[in-house]
C-alpha cells in the first residue's frame, strides 16, 4: 500500500468530518423542535430517552467499533475468513449483550415503579431497539472503515442522518406526537443497517460468509470474546470520562447548579469540535494498520507511517490550533450570540478550556498510531493513571474542605488534556525513532 497523497488524506477527512458535522447537526436542531412544539417537559424525557439509548449502543457495542477496523484494515486482502470470524462474534455477543441489558433495565423499572410502567416507558423501549439496530450497524461500518471505503460511509451517513433527524421532526409537526416521531429511529437505523451489511459482503466476502455462520459459536467463544475486548471497552470509556471529566469534578465538589450552568456552556464548544478529531481517529486508525501490515519491507513501512503520521500533524494540529485561537478570542460573541447575556461568566471558562480542542485532536492523532501499532495497553495505562490522578485530587480535596472554584477546574482539565497529549505524543515518539 502506498502512502495517501496530501490530497486524497484531505478527502477523506473531509468525507468523514461531514458525517459527524451532519449528524451533530441533526442531534441540535431535533430537541429544540421537540422543544418549542411539546415544551420543556417532553424535551425533558426526550433527553433522558436519548441518553439511555446512547448509554446501550456504548455498552453494547463492547469496544468493536475500534477493534474490527484494525483486524479488517490488516486482513481483509489476504484472509477473509479471519475478519468474518471477529465478525460474527461481534453481531452474536452484541445481541447477546442487549439481551441481558434489556432483561435487566425492565427489571429495574418494574421495581422503581412498584410493577406500573410510566408513559414514557414506551419512548425508552422505542430507544432500546435503536440502540441494537444502532450498534449492529456499527459493525458494518467499522469493517468498512477498515476497507478505508470513506466516500460510500460518508454518503450512507449523511443520508441516513438527514431521513433520520429529518423524519423525526416533520412526523413530530404533524402529528405533535413524540412517541410517533421517534419511531422513525429505528426504522431508518434498520435500513442503513441493512444497506452498510450489502456493502460488506458483496463480492468474495458473501460466501465467505455463508460459511462462517454455519460454524457454531459456543459459550467458551462468548467468553472469550468479552475477555479479547477487554482493552478496547476500557479505551472507549476512558474516552468518554475523558472528555467530561470536568463536569463528573464540579458533580463532586458539589457545585452550585449555576457553576455547572457556566461551565456546561463553554464546554459545549470544544466538545462540539471534537467531532473533527473523533474524523481523524476514525480514518487514520486503519490507515496506519494497513501500512504496518504491509508486506512491503518494513523500512518502506516505517517511512510511509511517519509520512502519514506527519501529514495528520501538519493538517490536524494546524486546524485544531486555528480552532482553539478561534475559540479563545471570539468567546465574548460566541457565548453571548448562542446563550444570551445572562451565561456572560461562561466567556472566562471558554477562553480557558479553548486549547483541549488542539489537546484533544493531537492525542486522538497519537492513540489511533499506538492502537495500529498494537500498544492498546500502554494507551490504556495512559489514560487510567491520569484520570485516577485527576480524580484523587479532586475527591481528596472534597474530603478536606479544600474549595475548587470553576475555573481551577477549567484550568485542570485543560492540563490534563495536555498531560494525555504528551505521554501519548512521547510513547509515539520513542516508537517512530527505535532501530
Not at 289 to 310: C, F, Y
Amino acid at each position: 500500500m502506498n502512502t495517501p497523497s496530501f490530497q486524497q488524506f484531505t478527502r477523506s477527512l473531509a468525507a468523514l468530518f461531514s458525517v459527524n458535522a451532519t449528524t451533530l447537526v441533526g442531534g441540535i436542531l431535533l430537541p429544540i423542535a421537540v422543544a418549542r412544539i411539546l415544551g420543556a417537559e417532553a424535551l425533558g424525557i426526550f433527553s433522558s430517552a436519548s441518553a439511555l439509548g446512547l448509554l446501550l449502543t456504548t455498552l453494547i457495542d463492547w469496544g468493536y467499533e475500534t477493534r474490527i477496523p484494525l483486524v479488517v484494515a490488516a486482513h481483509f486482502r489476504t484472509d477473509i475468513s479471519q475478519c468474518l470470524a471477529l465478525f460474527r462474534r461481534a453481531q452474536v455477543l452484541k445481541i447477546v449483550l442487549w439481551c441481558v441489558v434489556a432483561v435487566c433495565l425492565l427489571s429495574f423499572a418494574l421495581f422503581m415503579t412498584k410493577g406500573i410502567l410510566r408513559e414514557e416507558m414506551s419512548l425508552y423501549a422505542v430507544y432500546g431497539v435503536w440502540s441494537l439496530f444502532r450498534a449492529l450497524g456499527a459493525s458494518y461500518i467499522a469493517a468498512l472503515r477498515g476497507m478505508e471505503q470513506y466516500s460510500r460511509i460518508a454518503r450512507l451517513e449523511n443520508i441516513a442522518s438527514l431521513m433520520l433527524h429529518g423524519g423525526c421532526i416533520a412526523v413530530l409537526v404533524v402529528s405533535q406526537n413524540l412517541l410517533l416521531a421517534l419511531l422513525v429511529l429505528p426504522c431508518v437505523e434498520s435500513a442503513k443497517m441493512l444497506i452498510a451489511r450489502e456493502f460488506v459482503v458483496e463480492g468474495a466476502w458473501k460466501e465467505a460468509l455463508r460459511q462462517v455462520t454455519q460454524q457454531k459459536l459456543s459459550v467458551r467463544d462468548m467468553w472469550c470474546a468479552l475477555r479479547e475486548q477487554a482493552y478496547f471497552v476500557a479505551i472507549q470509556a476512558l474516552g468518554i470520562v475523558e472528555s467530561r471529566a470536568g463536569v463528573f469534578a464540579l458533580m463532586l465538589t458539589t457545585a452550585s447548579a449555576q457553576d455547572m450552568g457556566f461551565f456546561g456552556a463553554a464546554m459545549r464548544f470544544p466538545i462540539a469540535l471534537r467531532t473533527f478529531a473523533g474524523a481523524l481517529f476514525t480514518m487514520l486508525l486503519p490507515s496506519f494498520v494497513s501500512l504496518q501490515n504491509d508486506s512491503s519491507a518494513h523500512t518502506a513501512n516505517a517511512q510511509q507511517q511517519k509520512t502519514l503520521l506527519l501529514q495528520a500533524l501538519v493538517l490536524g494540529g494546524g486546524i485544531a490550533f486555528a480552532g482553539s485561537f478561534f475559540l479563545f478570542f471570539a468567546a465574548e460573541p460566541l457565548i453571548f450570540f448562542v446563550y444570551g447575556a445572562a451565561m456572560l461568566p461562561s466567556v472566562e471558562l471558554l477562553r480557558i478550556v479553548a486549547a483541549l480542542f488542539f489537546f484533544q485532536t493531537l492525542s486522538n492523532i497519537f492513540e489511533a498510531f499506538l492502537l495500529a501499532r498494537g500498544q492498546k495497553r500502554s494507551v490504556t495505562a495512559i489514560s487510567s493513571a491520569l484520570l485516577g490522578v485527576f480524580f484523587a485530587s479532586v475527591l481528596g480535596c472534597f474530603f478536606c474542605g479544600i474549595a475548587l472554584s470553576t475555573p481551577l477546574i477549567a484550568y485542570t482539565v485543560c492540563g490534563l488534556g495536555g498531560m494525555l497529549c504528551y505521554f501519548y505524543g512521547r510513547k509515539t515518539w520513542q516508537i517512530v525513532h527505535q532501530k
